[in-house]
T-cell receptor, first 113, second 110 residues
Framework: ETGVTQSPTHLIKTRGQQVTLRCSSQ?????VSWYQQALGQGPQFIFQ???????GRGNFPPRFSGLQFPNYSSELNVNALELDDSALYLC????????????FGSGTRLTVV | DAKTTQPPSMDCAEGRAANLPCNHS???????VYWYRQIHSQGPQYIIH???NNETNEMASLIITEDRKSSTLILPHATLRDTAVYYC???????????FGGGTRLMVKP
């Protein structure tokens, strides 16, 4: 079975721009969660998608938005990028919303200059 | 979800057991203890979880105290590949998010 794949692996954007990050969930998984990990810190929950609907959100502003598609893949969109948005963005999939075993991708490293 | 406290770093000799402690004194009765680890440049990896009984799998053992206020993750024979940041997380099993703290940076040395 394939794991979670994220694209791109690295990205450089300018402050004020918009960015879209992509995630393909593991086969058999219907739930996708997104996390932001700043350098030297643990990942922080952004939001989760289940059945193409947002199913919980962390303490992130509305300029962080997402989508889930019928094939369970997902996108994370960030508008009006700020320097503090520079981080590793991790996608995790699971078999259900409360499943214990989240499978994480290797992340997208976003640098905002 | 309850807060956890872990030492920021630990060293372990290759081949020896690595014992990683976690304090979760405010844990509720319906909250589980989860352990994940993150090897450099990779996403976190699920290791093990438990409610109140000790648990063992192919990766590690989890020892939870009787009052459930603390736990220990045991890697029985640490290898260099076990060098990583280990996160102890407390979560309701139906919860939709993982709350990561700072974790313990385990360095396995030859």
């Amino acid at each position: 079975e394939t794991g979670v794949t994220q694209s791109p692996t690295h990205l450089i954007k300018t402050r004020g721009q918009q960015v879209t990050l992509r995630c393909s969930s593991q086969s058999g998984h219907n739930t996708v969660s997104w996390y932001q990990q700043a350098l030297g810190q643990g990942p922080q929950f952004i939001f989760q998608y289940y059945r193409e609907e947002e199913n919980g959100r962390g303490n992130f502003p509305p300029r962080f938005s997402g989508l889930q598609f019928p094939n369970y893949s997902s996108e994370l969109n960030v508008n009006a990028l700020e320097l503090d948005d520079s981080a590793l963005y991790l996608c995790a999939s699971s078999r259900s919303t409360g499943d214990y075993g989240y499978t994480f991708g290797s992340g997208t490293r976003l640098t905002v200059v | 979800d309850a807060k956890t406290t872990q030492p920021p770093s630990m060293d372990c000799a290759e081949g020896r057991a690595a014992n990683l402690p976690c304090n979760h004194s405010t844990i509720s009765g319906n909250e589980y203890v989860y352990w994940y680890r993150q090897i450099h440049s990779q996403g976190p990896q699920y290791i093990i979880h438990g409610l109140k009984n000790n648990e063992t799998n192919e990766m590690a053992s989890l020892i939870i105290t009787e009052d459930r206020k603390s736990s220990t993750l045991i890697l029985p024979h640490a290898t260099l590949r076990d060098t990583a940041v280990y996160y102890c997380i407390v979560r309701r099993n139906a919860g939709n998010m993982l709350t990561f703290g700072g974790g313990t940076r385990l360095m396995v040395k030859p």
